[in-house]
């Protein structure tokens, strides 16, 4: 089993369009929560973070986690042509720990988002 | 401009004959690395560097080397390729002062890389 895992779609939605975009994980020394975009011929950018539990919100993009379900998401509201790439999740274990320095990428989610 | 610099960008090459892919970073990070990305494998961390010379082992490290001498560079280096080497590989940096995580990574462009 992966440490971590994310559904690599793809999900083709209409503009305006709600996406959900989740990952579960295994290992509990995990703190930090990523969420990278990636357009085509691009390295991945960041586009989220979040430590610990809880939300955390930037104009169309929410991040979720819930560590007690092992389990984070990323909600994109009135989706847009250009939200179209590939968003990977990524996690991280805090200083002290034995996964700091190390981070965990998820496979990636392919998206479109047609006009 | 702030960037994180990969060469070659493309390169192909045979099975056993040693290369080396340079990395380099502008931005006076303490924190680098080295990923391969797959199709339908996501990215994978190679080894990473927490500062010079202070390197560790990511989840795929077999096959690699790399040396962190100068904050600047990180270059990963492949002693004898092999043809499951094929792939995208990504370096990146990231700040870890006072303790932060390096969650927030600045990749650079790419090394897409073929053995034969």
């Known amino acids: 089993q992966k440490e971590v895992e994310q559904d690599p779609g793809p999900l083709s939605v209409p503009e305006g369009a709600i996406v959900s975009l989740n990952c579960t994980y295994s290992?509990?020394?995990?703190?930090?929560f990523m969420w990278y975009r990636q357009y085509s011929r691009k390295g991945p950018e960041l586009l989220m973070y979040?430590?610990?539990?809880g939300n955390k919100e930037d104009g169309r993009f929410t991040a979720q986690v819930d560590k007690s379900s092992k389990y984070i998401s990323l909600f994109i509201r009135d989706s847009q042509p250009s939200d179209s790439a590939t968003y990977l999740c990524?996690?991280?274990?805090?200083?002290?720990?034995?996964?700091?320095?190390?981070?965990?990428f998820g496979q990636g989610t392919i998206l479109t988002v047609h006009p | 401009e702030a960037q994180v610099t990969q060469n070659p960008r493309y390169l192909i090459t045979v099975t056993g004959k040693k290369l080396t892919v340079t990395c380099s970073q502008n931005?006076?990070?303490?924190?680098m690395s080295w990923y391969r990305q797959d199709p339908g494998l996501g990215l994978r961390q190679i080894y990473y560097?927490?500062?010079?010379?202070?390197?560790d082992k990511g989840d795929v490290p077999e096959g690699y080397k790399v040396s962190r001498k100068e904050k600047r560079n990180f270059p990963l280096i492949l002693e004898s390729p092999s043809p499951n080497q094929t792939s995208l590989y990504f370096c990146?940096?990231?700040?870890?002062?006072?303790?932060?995580?390096?969650?927030?990574?600045?990749f650079g462009p790419g090394t897409r890389l073929t053995v034969t």
């Open positions: 990146a940096s990231s700040s870890t002062l006072f303790g932060l995580a390096p969650y927030e990574q600045y």
């Open positions: 290992n509990s020394a995990f703190q930090y």
């Open positions: 979040t430590y610990s539990s």
């Open positions: 990524a996690m991280s274990g805090d200083a002290g720990g034995t996964s700091y320095g190390k981070l965990t």
């Open positions: 931005m006076n990070h303490e924190y």
């Open positions: 560097s927490m500062n010079v010379e202070v390197t």
